[in-house]
């Protein structure tokens, strides 16, 4: 009787799996020794799924970066990492931040997430979408985030009930806002480490960076998903005298120059991150993805375009995409669009073979085919913005209805934004028929997102994980909202509502 025969005659139930054993080895191809190069396990095990550094910047624009033609502003670090990219050179996001990164986070319109302010008890993600950090979770990677979250600061809405397995971050929508450590700067902030506050050292810019920098080297040897969203260069212009002096030196004023200051700071700490990404060698396999989340909020250039930050005219919502995969892309190369935030998620869900189930329905369209220079972007392709800075959003209020070659503004002015990239001539009324057309794909998508906008997203009073629950008057519902800690400190008068639940 054969090994083989034995082990089918067996009664013992791990026969079947010592069978499967003996025929593997059975198989195995003479040359294929165990522990050579070429050998059998090697041959047959799966390639690694690339890493992905995902850095999002808080009120920079387009044209705040050297790269894209800022006369005065010095970004070498970024402009090396956009020199080596992918650029999408009509990338949107919206107009302000939350939305944005609500969007960002799960490839759908944020009004549809219930995020479309970033006050009001309308910053928190519902509980019922799933985020990025959630499929990342799901196919094995270790995921971080590091700096701004600003999608809810109570469980279950934290970004460690959303996905991530660590987590720095501060408070509300920025270093000093209601939610925040109170007393909090940019300089040695109080930040929650995995829901608990802990001080910090250094410059809060440096502190993201080093604990990301940490995060990764921890967990170089598995595919890792790491969200980096600083919270500047966001007022307060906070930031060490030695890099904003340069500005100052140049004639720049005060305010801008500390933008500026942020701004350096920043690149020479995403310098640091890209040569540790170098030297751990992780580096070919590392999809590192930079952008900003809405227009400009400090700069005195930009690129060209109507508008800043809040704005529906394309200085609003145009920001840099830049997206390095040396092992994918080894040439860079300038991509157009119209592409978006709600593309990133199914992009990366392709590009890295994460597991699609229990997911809403995406909004965005991967991108991968693109920017593997399979496919082009669809021609008559249309994204919308609009900016509801509302307890309850309105219909055309502040909206952007872009196609590849046209912007509808508001719902009554059209641009041809290939001719007219500054938005400055209305061709509404020599152009009727394409006013009618965008105005009714508009009507089609506020009918389909606006479903769920007469529901709250409620505060958990006594949920395990966050038990007592602090809540503050930034998540409450009211036409004062004390959103900032200087507000409270001068008795800023104010009520509101929270929607709970128990």
């Not at 790269?67 to 970024?78: D, E, I, R």
């Not at 809060?204 to 967990?219: E, H, K, L, M, P």
């Not at 505060?459 to 900032?484: F, K, S």
Request: proline letters at 8%; glycine letters at 10%; one cysteine or more.
């Amino acid at each position: 009787m054969t090994k083989i025969e034995r082990i089918l005659r067996s009664k013992d139930h791990a026969g079947p799996i010592i069978l499967a054993i003996v025929l593997l080895t059975a198989m195995r191809p003479p040359h294929a020794v165990q522990g050579e190069e070429g050998a059998f396990a090697s041959d047959f095990s799966p390639p690694r799924r690339p890493n992905v550094v995902l850095i999002i910047t808080d009120d920079q624009g387009y044209g705040d970066v050297g790269f894209h033609g800022n006369p005065v502003l010095k970004t070498p670090n970024l402009d090396r990492l956009a020199a080596q990219s992918l650029r999408l050179t009509d990338f949107h996001v919206d107009p302000t931040c939350a939305p944005t990164r609500a969007a960002l986070m799960t490839g759908r319109y944020s009004c549809r997430t219930g995020v479309w302010h970033t006050i009001m008890g309308r910053s928190i993600l519902r509980g019922d979408e799933t985020t990025m950090a959630e499929y990342f979770a799901r196919a094995g990677y270790a995921t971080a985030m590091f700096g701004k979250w600003h999608l809810g600061d109570n469980a279950p809405y934290r970004p460690i009930d959303r996905g991530f397995a660590h987590a720095l971050w501060h408070g509300g929508g920025g270093i000093g806002q209601t939610p925040d450590y109170w007393g909090n700067t940019y300089f040695s902030p109080t930040l929650r480490d995995d829901g608990k506050w802990k001080p910090s050292e250094g410059y809060c810019t440096d502190v993201f960076f080093a604990a990301a920098r940490d995060f990764i080297a921890r967990n170089r040897d598995r595919p890792f998903f790491v969200y980096l969203a600083t919270n500047v260069p966001h007022s307060p212009w906070q930031v060490d005298d030695r890099y904003a002096a340069p500005y100052r030196a140049a004639g720049v004023p005060k305010d801008l120059a500390d933008f500026y200051g942020m701004l350096a700071n920043l690149d020479e700490n995403l310098g640091t991150l890209l040569a540790s990404l170098e030297a751990w060698n992780p580096a070919g396999n590392t999809l590192v993805i930079f952008m900003t989340d809405n227009g400009t909020a400090g700069s005195g250039f930009n690129a060209g375009m109507r508008g800043r930050k809040g704005s529906p005219y394309d200085g609003g919502h145009r920001v840099p995409c830049f997206l390095r995969w040396p092992q994918r892309w080894p040439e860079p190369r300038e991509v157009g669009g119209p592409t978006a935030h709600i593309d990133l998620l199914p992009t990366l869900m392709e590009l890295c073979g994460l597991p699609e189930a229990g997911g809403m329905p995406f909004d965005g369209v991967s991108l991968a085919p693109i920017l593997d220079g399979k496919a082009a972007v669809d021609p008559d392709r249309t994204v919308f913005v609009q900016v509801n800075r509302l307890e309850h959003p309105v219909p055309w209020r502040l909206s952007s209805v872009l196609t590849p070659r046209y912007r509808l503004v508001n719902g009554a002015e059209l641009y041809d934004i290939v001719e007219d990239p500054g938005q400055g001539r209305d061709i509404s009324q020599s152009h009727p028929e394409v006013v009618s057309e965008l105005r009714s794909r508009y009507e089609r998508w506020y009918r389909d997102v606006s479903s769920r906008f007469d529901e709250y997203v409620p505060l958990i009073v006594g949920d395990p994980r966050e038990n007592p629950t602090l809540l503050t008057c930034h998540d409450w519902h009211g036409e004062q909202v004390p959103w900032d800690q200087t507000m409270i400190s001068r008795n800023a008068p104010g009520n509101g509502f929270w929607a709970v639940d128990f």
